[in-house]
């Protein structure tokens, strides 16, 4: 008797100093560990980080899940017991109980109770700061690809309003030189070529902006080709060399004698970059000061130089041209600029597998180059596509065509109509309005539509929907025209179902065969 109660007493001590284990064990985790029943009642429950919670079972308030749970939450918890109950699977549940003053998120594991196959065990982790955390960064997520889409809208929108003038600039320039009936003197004619030149610079530095955001996000495509040196140094220099004249600096150039040189290069890009260059050498420079331009050979690489004898750099200016928005001189405010050339200019550089130095002394000048791999073997595609459209017939057939152009715009209106007026065969319609359109169509059916897309009242868009309702319209190609040149529109008119998609400013040969090509294909179709 004596030696069953010895062995009684060392099992009940040992069995308290079991419970004494686990109850430090149970302490030291900061989940909250119930045990539930197939029926959702709590069994038992532990928790030290949650003594609210562990207040309400203990006084009696806390009996099953129903009393923490929603109804929805509850049940699923029920289902989740059930499948543990029956599958010996431990299995995952998240929920949140809301009290009066906050939110709280648990991540609760449930598994199998050992040695009593009708319960649970469920440990519930409080994950509120890293919810809080997830939904912060989801909203900033949110943020940021909300002000990347007003940015590129903002882009998209400004290119637009640039592309509309213009396009009135360079159709009318090409107008002015293609007309039979008022030929232009050579003078003349070297000026609009002028005109026409620095139009489409200018065009294509709205579309360098565009790309501005595909640089920072490494979306930017450029095409590397053989850019022949000599032409590309008349480009820049012609375009730069009024803007030197207005500003009293000297251009001096060396001569450029091997005309058969080419660097491997984005041709635009290469361009943009010495413009932005040289127009940074004459703005920075001093009153009747100089610019040398110049280029060299140095181990396969091709660099071009410009030198200027303005205004200089100290050393701690050289690492900050470079990072966009930078703009030094503070007190030369007078100057124009953005502060993102350079910025644009090196990642152009790097983008083409090149590099770009500087060297500068404060007072005595700056000598910026850029450096390009060398072509020795090259395909001479140097033939400049001429624009020389006749008034000529496009089509073999004596048909006269009818062309309905649906623009607001005067000056665009009057350059297509000069446009077709070089075309035998064609006739144009006109309407300034999306409505107006429709009923014009109807009336007399024309053989293609040209659709501006930003219309007052409905726009292209609505047009063309419209058209495809009625039996007299919904048969004829429809050409969107239309400022809003992001490959994105495009995309977006195409699979709509717009025959084709002409962005402004029209290149006149790209558009006349555009137009021929579509109605001399709908006439093929049309035969029986
Ligand atoms: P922007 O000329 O539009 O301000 P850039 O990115 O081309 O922008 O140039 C950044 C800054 O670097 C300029 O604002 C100017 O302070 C300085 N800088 C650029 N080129 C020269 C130069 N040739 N001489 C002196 N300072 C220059």
């Known amino acids: 008797m004596k030696i069953v109660k010895k062995r009684l007493l060392l099992s009940h001590s040992e069995l308290r100093r079991q419970a004494t284990d686990l109850k430090s064990l149970i302490n030291s985790i900061n989940d909250i560990i119930l045990e539930i029943d197939s029926k959702g009642y709590i069994i038992a429950l532990w928790s030290k980080t949650h003594p609210d919670i562990y207040q309400l079972y203990i006084e009696g308030d806390l009996n099953s899940i129903d009393d923490i749970l929603d109804k929805n939450t509850a049940k699923k918890a029920r289902e989740k017991i059930v499948h543990v109950i029956q599958t010996k699977e431990t299995v995952t549940i998240d929920f949140n109980i809301k009290s009066t003053s906050n939110l709280k998120w648990f991540e609760a594991s449930i598994s199998p109770r050992l040695n009593d196959s ?26 940021a690809e909300k002000a990347s ?29 293609l007309d039979p009936e008022a030929p232009l003197t050579d003078s003349q004619k070297e000026s609009v070529k002028e005109i026409f030149k620095a139009g489409n610079h200018l065009l294509e530095l709205i579309n360098e902006v565009l790309d501005l955001s595909k640089i920072e996000s490494g979306k930017l495509s450029i095409s590397i080709e053989s850019v022949p040196i000599k032409s590309v140094m008349e480009e820049t220099l012609a375009i730069i060399k009024p803007f030197a004249a207005k500003n009293n600096i000297k251009i001096i150039t060396h ?20 413009l932005n260059l040289l127009s940074n050498a004459i703005k920075y420079n001093k009153q009747n000061g100089e610019v040398t331009f110049y280029h060299d050979k140095i181990n396969n690489k091709f660099r071009f130089h410009v030198v200027d004898t303005g205004i200089g750099l100290s050393l701690g200016d050289l690492d900050e041209i470079f990072k966009p928005f930078h703009r030094l001189n503070k007190i030369n405010n007078k100057i124009e600029g953005t502060g993102i050339g350079l910025a644009v200019a090196k990642q152009l550089v790097e983008l083409m597998d090149g590099k770009i130095y500087v060297d500068s002394q404060k007072g005595i000048g700056s000598h910026f180059y850029v450096e390009f791999p060398y072509i020795d ?152």
Not at 255 to 270: G, I, K
């Open 118 to 143: 009708n319960k649970v065990v469920v440990s519930c982790r409080d994950v509120t700061e890293q919810k809080k955390l997830a939904h912060s960064i989801i909203v900033a997520k949110e943020d």
């Open 149 to 177: 889409k007003s940015k590129s809208e903002f882009l998209s929108g400004m290119s637009h309003e640039l592309r509309t003038p213009l396009n009135a600039i360079l159709g009318f320039s090409q107008v002015l030189e």
């Open 255 to 274: 001569p450029t004698e091997n005309s058969n040189e080419f660097v491997s290069a984005d041709h635009t890009r290469l361009k943009q970059i010495l």
């Open 377 to 528: 073997s090259h395909i001479i595609d140097d033939s400049e596509i001429l624009i020389s459209v006749e008034r000529k017939s496009y089509f073999s057939e004596n048909k006269l065509y009818k062309v309905l152009y649906v623009e607001d715009n005067y000056a665009n209106l009057r350059l297509v109509e000069r446009i077709l007026m070089q075309i035998n065969n064609i006739e144009m319609l006109s309407a300034t309005s999306g409505e107006l359109s429709i009923d014009l169509a109807i009336a007399h059916k024309p053989d293609i539509i040209l659709l501006d897309i930003n219309l007052p009242g409905i726009d292209g868009y609505e047009v063309f929907k419209r058209l495809k309702l009625y039996d007299e319209t919904n048969n004829i190609p429809i050409v969107a025209i239309s400022a809003h040149a992001m490959q994105k529109d495009i995309e977006k008119g195409l699979s709509l179902g717009f025959t084709d998609y002409i962005t402004k400013p029209i290149n006149i040969p790209n558009f006349i065969a555009t137009i021929s090509n579509i109605l001399t294909d709908n006439d093929s179709t049309n035969v029986p």
